[in-house]
Nanobody, 122 residues
Framework: VQLQASGGGLVQAGDSLRLSCVASGRGFRGYDVGWFRRASGKDREFVAAVGRTDNITYYASFVEGRFDISIDNAENTAYLQMNSLKPEDTAVYSC????????????????WGRGTQVTVSS
């Protein structure tokens, strides 16, 4: 499986971006899908995920209702809609997929895409 993330860019605080993650080789059906981010000088952190068994969505507390994760299985694409962006959201965002015991942990995902840079100016 190969994942390709895109959609990042330079935006101003309050703007929106939609990140995409396209899977090739197989789709996301039956697998957990997560978005993580890594800010400069910091550890990678969980942003959002969709569970494989129940399609329940999970979000980090800092999201505060601003982001929405979704999956289009027909297009083998996962999305992360990000609204009301803040400068502290600046990071490289990566998507991942696999079968994990805990979707919020980056430890268990099998496949990762190269990240896409999101920069939010104040």
């Amino acid at each position: 499986v190969q994942l390709q993330a895109s959609g990042g860019g330079l935006v101003q605080a309050g703007d929106s971006l939609r990140l995409s993650c396209v899977a090739s080789g197989r789709g996301f059906r039956g697998y957990d899908v997560g978005w993580f981010r890594r800010a400069s000088g910091k550890d990678r952190e969980f942003v959002a995920a969709v569970g494989r068994t129940d399609n329940i969505t999970y979000y980090a507390s800092f999201v505060e209702g601003r982001f929405d994760i979704s999956i289009d299985n027909a297009e083998n694409t996962a999305y992360l809609q990000m609204n009301s962006l803040k400068p502290e959201d600046t990071a490289v965002y990566s998507c991942a997929t696999g079968r994990t015991p805990t979707v919020q942990s980056d430890r268990w995902y099998d496949y990762w895409g190269r990240g896409t840079q999101v920069t939010v100016s104040s």
